[in-house]
């Protein structure tokens, strides 16, 4: 029998007649798995497990389903998802009278001067389509609000730029243009915010673009419109954590680091709210090396110990930027403890500040986490060159993020160093990779997955919430698609759906540091898993990214079940909280 449980245990929860996924080198799948408390108890056949049934067991019958480990986001940005739905949608709206009836259905609902605040124009999650997806093809200007809600104040909020890519547009009525004092003398602080005015009428449009991916206009020119509330920020997470639920992630690393509200909203999180394990990393709180200094000192280098009272939270490690817009940075620090949509401190730390501040951080045992921004070679021998004189740093695993390029000599250097890679495949081949089909196959290797296979380098895969969907992901590194051409690029980057799978798994279990309980199917291991109706690893490859879950559990309990399922499969059930 596989995985023979001791004598006399027994099993809250039993799961048979399926495929299961174990993920466990030598043991790689079995037909049945048991549940006892908030781990797993044993995998093997239908004859090993049936013995662990107790009367007060409840047996689940999959019907030839499959079960995976609970799926592990690198790099989620977990609040942001469940911030879109606090304001209204204007997804399907596919001309201006359209919006115009939204926007009049919206101004009924509240009294005149109540401001109206609406997510972007275009189809989330990536609002590809405006303005061409209107039937005017053109932006609607405040004039067309106008006529929809005269007596409200409206703001159709730009999209957060890395859904998409900028030029970003965000639209304003008159009432609101005149709240704001935005006239077409206005002159932006920022070089990256155009107002459109119209040459006859001499006139601001209502339409603002920006040429970068942070939504500026609502921060820099109209600061009286209503933001995230403390409040929001719980709630944000309440939503975020079924969304990601829903889709088979139970477990998130938030790479980026979180900005001090961002770790406020979490820490106001009880046990009981939570339906997915958050692996959290803090945005470093200096400017400079001098503040990084008083910050270690202060503090002895320590972070908040959120899992005493809540064990679903994890705080490890410290997020620095060896790239940025310092323009950028100095206009998001005016707003600062604020940071809209975007969660984390802004920074542009050059690179003797860069590694001064890496030095303070492994010389105190922090974790460091850096994303590439074209810059892995510089950031990994930075790394490599502290780790000489800090020899225990490279336990620490130090996590390069969005991993693009590196030369051969990085790969080495971060294999001999004991660092980890996170990648985000969807965003960089399929979304916004359309510059790569027509350069050589050589420069068309970004991402590469089959180098850090090659040289032994452990990676997990992130979907940054772009969208959050981890079979999107998966999807795209095993096919390498480009969107828009339909090109693969660097095909022999590609890997297999299997090794896609560790990634999200077994690789995102030894990025959060949770290899001994989470990434794969086996006794002791927590029962986090997701089942599905088709097996990831029998369908036809481009199949993948169609998947969803039918029911996804963690600890042992259901935290999403498909609407409509059968009896019996996603119903409650009276075993133990994770």
């Given at each position: 029998?596989?995985?023979?449980?001791?004598?006399?245990?027994?099993?809250?929860?039993?799961?048979?007649?399926?495929?299961?996924?174990?993920?466990?080198?030598?043991?790689?799948?079995?037909?049945?798995?048991?549940?006892?408390?908030?781990?797993?108890?044993?995998?093997?056949?239908?004859?090993?497990?049936?013995?662990?049934?107790?009367?007060?067991?409840?047996?689940?019958?999959?019907?030839?389903?499959?079960?995976?480990?609970?799926?592990?986001?690198?790099?989620?940005?977990?609040?942001?998802?469940?911030?879109?739905?606090?304001?209204?949608?204007?997804?399907?709206?596919?001309?201006?009278?359209?919006?115009?009836?939204?926007?009049?259905?919206?101004?009924?609902?509240?009294?005149?001067?109540?401001?109206?605040?609406?997510?972007?124009?275009?189809?989330?999650?990536?609002?590809?389509?405006?303005p061409h997806g209107l039937?005017?093809?053109?932006?609607?200007?405040?004039?067309?609000?106008?006529?929809?809600?005269?007596?409200?104040?409206?703001?159709?909020?730009?999209?957060?730029?890395?859904?998409?890519?900028?030029?970003?547009?965000?639209?304003?009525?008159?009432?609101?243009?005149?709240?704001?004092?935005?006239?077409?003398?206005?002159?932006?602080?920022?070089?990256?915010?155009?107002?459109?005015?119209?040459?006859?009428?001499?006139?601001?449009?209502?339409?603002?673009?920006?040429?970068h991916y942070f939504p500026?206009?609502?921060?820099?020119?109209?600061?009286?419109?209503?933001?995230?509330?403390?409040?929001?920020?719980?709630?944000?997470?309440?939503?975020?954590?079924?969304?990601?639920?829903?889709?088979?992630?139970?477990?998130?690393?938030?790479?980026?680091?979180?900005?001090?509200?961002?770790?406020?909203?979490?820490?106001?999180?009880?046990?009981?709210?939570?339906?997915?394990?958050?692996?959290?990393?803090?945005?470093?709180?200096?400017?400079?090396?001098?503040?990084?200094?008083?910050?270690?000192?202060?503090?002895?280098?320590?972070?908040?110990?959120?899992?005493?009272?809540?064990?679903?939270?994890?705080?490890?490690?410290?997020?620095?930027?060896?790239?940025?817009?310092?323009?950028?940075?100095?206009?998001?620090?005016?707003?600062?403890?604020?940071?809209?949509?975007?969660?984390?401190?802004?920074?542009?730390?050059?690179?003797?500040?860069?590694?001064?501040?890496?030095?303070?951080?492994?010389?105190?045992?922090?974790?460091?986490?850096?994303?590439?921004?074209?810059?892995?070679?510089?950031?990994?021998?930075?790394?490599?060159?502290?780790?000489?004189?800090?020899?225990?740093?490279?336990?620490?695993?130090?996590?390069?993020?969005?991993?693009?390029?590196?030369?051969?000599?990085?790969?080495?250097?971060?294999?001999?160093?004991?660092?980890?890679?996170?990648?985000?495949?969807?965003?960089?081949?399929?979304?916004?990779?359309?510059?790569?089909?027509?350069?050589?196959?050589?420069?068309?290797?970004?991402?590469?997955?089959?180098?850090?296979?090659?040289?032994?380098?452990?990676?997990?895969?992130?979907?940054?919430?772009?969208?959050?969907?981890?079979?999107?992901?998966m999807w795209s590194a095993?096919?390498?698609?480009?969107?828009?051409?339909?090109?693969?690029?660097?095909?022999?980057?590609?890997?297999?759906?299997?090794?896609?799978?560790?990634?999200?798994?077994?690789?995102?279990?030894?990025?959060?540091?949770?290899?001994?309980?989470?990434?794969?199917?086996?006794?002791?291991?927590?029962?986090?898993?997701?089942?599905?109706?088709?097996?990831?690893?029998?369908?036809?490859?481009?199949?993948?990214?169609?998947?969803?879950?039918?029911?996804?559990?963690?600890?042992?309990?259901?935290?999403?079940?498909?609407?409509?399922?059968?009896?019996?499969?996603?119903?409650?059930?009276?075993?133990?909280?994770?």
């Amino acid at each position: 029998m596989r995985n023979q449980p001791r004598r006399g245990d027994g099993a809250d929860l039993i799961l048979r007649h399926g495929t299961i996924i174990t993920m466990v080198p030598g043991a790689p799948h079995g037909e049945a798995l048991a549940v006892s408390g908030t781990s797993i108890l044993a995998v093997g056949s239908n004859a090993d497990i049936d013995p662990l049934a107790r009367p007060m067991t409840r047996v689940i019958d999959l019907r030839g389903r499959t079960v995976i480990p609970g799926l592990i986001d690198a790099h989620a940005h977990l609040d942001r998802e469940g911030l879109r739905d606090l304001f209204p949608s204007l997804a399907g709206i596919r001309s201006i009278p359209e919006l115009q009836a939204r926007l009049a259905q919206l101004a009924a609902s509240r009294p005149p001067g109540e401001w109206i605040v609406t997510m972007p124009l275009g189809d989330p999650p990536h609002y590809f389509n405006p303005p061409h997806g209107l039937a005017e093809r053109r932006w609607p200007t405040r004039w067309d609000l106008d006529a929809a809600a005269p007596d409200h104040p409206v703001y159709i909020r730009a999209p957060w730029g890395f859904w998409h890519r900028p030029p970003i547009v965000s639209i304003a009525n008159s009432r609101a243009l005149e709240l704001a004092g935005v006239t077409a003398r206005t002159k932006p602080s920022l070089s990256s915010i155009t107002i459109e005015v119209d040459e006859r009428r001499g006139e601001p449009t209502g339409i603002f673009r920006e040429a970068h991916y942070f939504p500026l206009v609502e921060l820099a020119l109209f600061p009286m419109l209503p933001r995230f509330t403390p409040d929001d920020r719980v709630e944000g997470l309440r939503r975020g954590m079924a969304r990601y639920a829903a889709l088979g992630i139970t477990s998130t690393y938030e790479g980026h680091g979180l900005a001090p509200e961002i770790l406020d909203a979490y820490r106001r999180l009880a046990p009981a709210d939570m339906q997915v394990r958050c692996h959290l990393v803090q945005s470093a709180p200096w400017d400079s090396a001098s503040e990084a200094e008083r910050f270690c000192r202060d503090s002895g280098g320590r972070l908040d110990d959120l899992s005493a009272a809540n064990p679903w939270l994890h705080l490890d490690g410290i997020f620095l930027s060896l790239v940025g817009n310092r323009e950028l940075n100095e206009a998001l620090r005016c707003y600062l403890p604020y940071t809209g949509w975007a969660g984390f401190l802004p920074q542009a730390f050059d690179e003797a500040e860069y590694g001064a501040c890496a030095r303070l951080a492994m010389r105190h045992g922090m974790r460091l986490n850096t994303i590439d921004g074209w810059k892995s070679d510089r950031i990994v021998d930075i790394w490599a060159r502290l780790a000489a004189d800090y020899p225990a740093a490279r336990r620490r695993r130090h996590v390069v993020e969005h991993l693009r390029r590196p030369s051969v000599q990085t790969l080495r250097t971060m294999k001999a160093n004991g660092m980890i890679a996170t990648t985000e495949p969807y965003g960089y081949l399929w979304k916004n990779a359309d510059q790569y089909p027509s350069l050589p196959e050589a420069e068309q290797e970004i991402v590469p997955h089959r180098s850090l296979l090659e040289h032994g380098i452990p990676f997990a895969l992130e979907t940054d919430n772009c969208p959050p969907n981890p079979f999107a992901i998966m999807w795209s590194a095993v096919t390498r698609v480009e969107r828009t051409s339909g090109a693969v690029l660097g095909p022999r980057q590609c890997i297999s759906p299997f090794e896609a799978l560790a990634a999200m798994t077994v690789g995102g279990a030894l990025l959060c540091g949770r290899e001994e309980r989470l990434g794969a199917l086996a006794p002791g291991k927590l029962a986090d898993m997701v089942v599905l109706e088709e097996n990831p690893l029998a369908i036809p490859a481009d199949e993948l990214r169609h998947l969803q879950p039918v029911l996804t559990l963690v600890g042992g309990r259901v935290v999403y079940a498909a609407p409509g399922d059968e009896p019996g499969l996603g119903e409650g059930g009276g075993f133990s909280a994770a």
